[in-house]
């Protein structure tokens, strides 16, 4: 807009020292308000360019991690797994052996009851036949 308006004044021959002065002045100030515009936009891309760059860097890192980041899970599933196996196998063992001892109490429970239960029995089946 300034532009338009200096052009304007610039067309009409500025006689007078004072006008001519502050023209000058303007036209100084907007050459710096259009250098340092300049060099805010050149700032601004380079630092778009170098947020693009890190970006860039990054979103490749995390590329190159993904298949290490995926075989780190799939270990710790597969670490997972193993543990519960193993769990599972002494809960079984610790299981089997509480039954085999179990089994082995009443084995020498139903030994000492034999002989007062089946021996009176055969007693007298072999008197009988004997008879």
Do not use: T, W
């Amino acid at each position: 807009m300034l532009r338009g308006g200096l052009a304007v004044a610039r067309k009409q021959k500025v006689e007078r020292p004072k006008e001519a002065s502050l023209l000058a002045q303007v036209e100084e100030k907007e050459r710096l308000l259009e250098g340092m515009l300049n060099e805010a936009r050149e700032r601004s891309k380079s630092e778009v360019q170098a947020a693009k760059e890190e970006a860039s860097r990054y979103v490749e890192e995390v590329k190159r991690g993904l298949p290490e980041m995926a075989d780190h899970r799939r270990q710790s599933g597969l670490k997972a797994i193993e543990e519960e196996i193993q769990r599972i196998k002494q809960e079984g063992q610790i299981r089997l052996q509480v039954l085999i001892q179990e089994a082995e109490k009443r084995f020498e429970e139903a030994k000492k009851r034999a002989p007062k239960v089946y021996l009176p029995e055969l007693v007298l089946e072999r008197s009988e036949g004997i008879k």
